[in-house]
């Protein structure tokens, strides 16, 4: 298996946005679910947001629409769109996909930053 590759990753003040963005592997086929998932220092990964091939999303109740997950299956991407950030939003954001016959791959991370 190959890792993802996530960008997008940076500093911003509170209340700004960034936007990850996630590529898999050209010769990868038959991906189903996208997403995202975040860890902030000393807690547990926790799941951010999913998207199917179908286009059904799911989110972090916690968020409250300030994040918007979207993908473009012929690119093999994946965005997420954050948007109104908080301090307690800072942390590696990592990129998973999951696919046919237990295809389940990770992005090595990309870092968050959000200063007050």
């Known amino acids: 298996q190959v890792q993802l590759v996530e960008s997008g990753g940076g500093l911003v003040q509170a209340g700004g946005s960034l936007r990850l963005s996630c590529v898999a592997p050209?010769?990868?086929?038959?991906?189903?679910?996208m997403g995202w998932y975040r860890q902030a220092p000393g807690k547990q990964r926790e799941l951010v947001a999913t998207?199917?091939?179908?286009?059904?999303?799911n989110y972090a109740d916690s968020l409250k629409g300030r994040f918007t997950i979207s993908r473009d299956n012929a690119k093999n991407t994946v965005w997420l769109q954050m948007n109104s950030l908080k301090p307690e939003d800072a942390g590696v954001y990592y990129c998973?996909?999951?696919?046919?016959?237990?295809?389940?791959?990770w992005g090595k991370g990309t870092l968050v930053t959000v200063s007050s």
């Open positions: 998973h996909i999951e696919g046919v016959c237990g295809l389940d791959l």
């Open positions: 050209g010769n990868i086929f038959s991906i189903n679910v």
């Open positions: 998207t199917s091939r179908g286009g059904s999303r």
